[in-house]
């Protein structure tokens, strides 16, 4: 987001807040999905970072670290709204009243990609935010830390503990464990 | 996947994928923009407080007083509402002819459709699939409870094993806008909510067939699979003490539509030749999982999709309505399958032609039918809340009322112990989410 709109917006200017809603939304949603893989609860999510965000935009200290801070209230968003009930009160069925015969079967192999988004949707919702974190938003491990508002030892502990927990939610899965995890970026065993 | 994996390229890759497909919703920036909007120039009122958005933050005092303005309209909207709909259905409830009580059941959690219900060993019930949720009530309770997650969304084929555990075999779970069926399966445990899971199915199967025989042992039949036929042909062992599925060396001769337990630890399975193709035949087998065999019978005369196959407690087995396919219409026909003869023989005629009703033997012989789809009218199916008895020595069967609300597309009947009989979700016409409401009939009531 560029600084200027930021320090607008900051001023009250809402045509500014306005234009980084516009540039911001779509890639907080996306960040959202992966982690509170509901896209609803994603659409809450990002609504409360933003609406957070115009509302204490006087209190950023730093322009030019606005999408870190964004990113630290839209996790946090994300957080609280993955403790809250797991699932909403609404079962959609795509299009019309579906008849098993109708389902899409050409998409119904159960791929690679599958296991992989299937072992992922096992972790808690801080596990899948640390590893989009580092592997989606590619954050430093300081950038990750600050955005998860933890300290950099217990982000790099988590890092690790949920590649660790992908390791068993794969094999549990039934496809080979994780082999050449990036060592640079976990503890020493 | 012979390579091994690798965080930093398969789950970066993976991200990177999931976060492209993702599709924005085009009113969230309007919705921040209306959260955002000064007190004095929210508009709609009424609007913002009864949105499913959480963030329109009133602090003050006057939009505190507005809030309470407002939530006393709400309320009294509500009550009058309530209070219109309660005597209007007081008013036109159909009469209940006598033998058959119902009555409004707590509603579920969530909506359920294309679930399955099993009654557990301690009584409860529990409903498996609703959004991926177990959902379970206490018959003398007031509410359903949460109590665990599975895989599936929806879809699953369910078993109660001998320890009280049950099964959960494959089921659909959603990608994107579409569904792809499961391979997996899992023991969900009632006393701790928890699931356990299990070796891979050899298929993946969407609203698979369980059949729970005598051994403890579960027959896994039909279900629709990613490719191919629209149903599988391949048969399926669960052995509980193994906690492991074994593949029976036969393959079913076309579509599962049916299928029921038998005396003496084998199972009838009812399907129809391949239902992409003409013609189709009916075919039935009964299959013998102790030889790991399957003998071809005559087949009853009418088999399709979205029939009944209800095991009785003198070990015959009714087959009741689905849809006709020679012609492709909603049957009426009962048939009644006789393990000692082993034949078939149509014993009598539904008052009202259905498919994928729900079908529940009760303590007395008879089976009480519910819910479904009639034929089409001006080429939109119908749906229906008629209820039925069949007694399956009568030509006729006794109608019994109707649900207050039609039920079909995966429904589920529980017969509680009490003798009670429990439905819950589905869908009814017109209407493309799951159902909420449960209903209970009870049989013995004036």
Known sequence: VPVDLVIRAMHGDREAFSRIVQLSHARLYRTACLIVRDPDLAADAVQDALVSAWLDAKAIRDPSRFDAWLNRLLLRACFRLAGRSRRRATLEVPGVIVDIATLDRGLAHVTERDEIGRAFGHLTAEHRAALVAHHYLELTDGEAAAALAIPLGTYKSRLHRATEAMRAALEAEGRPAPVDLDGAREPAR | ?446
């Not at chain 2, 390579?3 to 009113?27: N, Q, V």
């Not at chain 2, 159909?94 to 033998?99: A, E, L, N, Q």
């Not at chain 2, 579920?108 to 409860?124: E, Q």
């Not at chain 2, 070990?315 to 009644?336: F, K, Y």
């Open chain 2, 1 to 446: 996947m012979t390579r091994g994996f690798d965080p930093g390229r398969d789950l970066a890759e993976w991200l990177a994928g999931e976060a492209a497909a993702t599709a924005i919703p085009t009113d969230l920036p309007e919705r921040v923009e209306q959260a955002v909007r000064p007190r004095g120039q929210r508009v709609a009122f009424l609007a913002a407080v009864a949105s499913p958005w959480p963030s329109t933050r009133m602090s003050s005092a006057r939009s505190r007083r507005s809030l309470a303005w407002a939530g006393l309209i709400i309320a009294t909207v509500l009550a009058t509402a309530t209070a219109i709909l309660v005597g209007s259905r007081l008013l036109l409830e159909p009469t209940r002819p006598p033998g058959l009580g119902i009555i409004n059941g707590p509603d579920l959690v969530a909506p359920c459709y294309r679930h399955a219900a099993v009654r557990l060993a301690d009584d409860r019930v529990a409903m498996f699939g609703c959004d991926a949720q177990v959902q379970v009530l206490d018959p003398d309770a007031t509410s359903w409870t949460t109590d665990g997650t599975i895989d599936p969304i929806c879809c699953p084929g369910v078993a109660l094993l001998p320890d009280g555990r049950v099964l959960v075999a494959g089921g659909a779970f959603r990608r994107h806008q579409n569904f792809a069926m499961l391979q997996t399966a899992e023991l969900w445990d009632p006393a701790t909510g928890s699931t356990i899971p299990l070796p891979r199915m050899q298929e993946a199967r969407g609203a698979p067939i369980l059949v729970g025989l005598p051994s403890g042992r579960v027959l896994v039949v039909g279900g629709q699979i990613s490719e191919g036929p629209l149903s599988s042909r391949v048969v399926e062992l669960f052995d509980p003490s193994a906690n492991r599925f074994t593949t029976l060396p036969f393959e079913l001769p076309g579509e599962v539509t049916s299928a029921a337990a038998l005396p003496g630890g084998t199972a009838l399975v009812v399907g129809v030749t391949d239902l992409t193709t003409k013609p189709r035949s009916p075919w039935a087998l009964i299959v013998d999982p102790g030889a790991a065999t399957a003998s071809p019978i005559e087949p009853p005369a009418e088999v399709g999709p979205g029939q009944t196959a209800t095991a009785l407690p003198d070990g015959r087995v009714v087959l009741i309505g689905g849809l006709s396919m020679p012609d492709g219409t909603e049957s009426a026909t009962v048939q009644v399958f006789d393990p000692v003869t082993r034949r078939f023989a149509v014993t009598g005629r539904l008052a009202n032609p259905r498919r994928d009703h729900v079908a529940t033997a009760t303590a007395d012989g008879n089976v009480v039918v519910a819910g479904g789809y009639t034929p089409y009218r001006n080429g939109v199916p119908v749906t229906t809340g008629t209820i039925e008895v069949v007694s399956p020595d009568a030509p006729a069967t006794t109608s019994l009322g109707a649900l207050p609300v039609d039920r079909t597309e995966g429904a589920t009947a529980t017969l509680l112990r009490d003798g009670r009989i429990l439905l819950g979700g589905g869908v009814h016409g017109g209407i493309v989410t799951g159902l909420s409401s449960t209903d209970l009939l009870i049989p013995s009531s004036p």
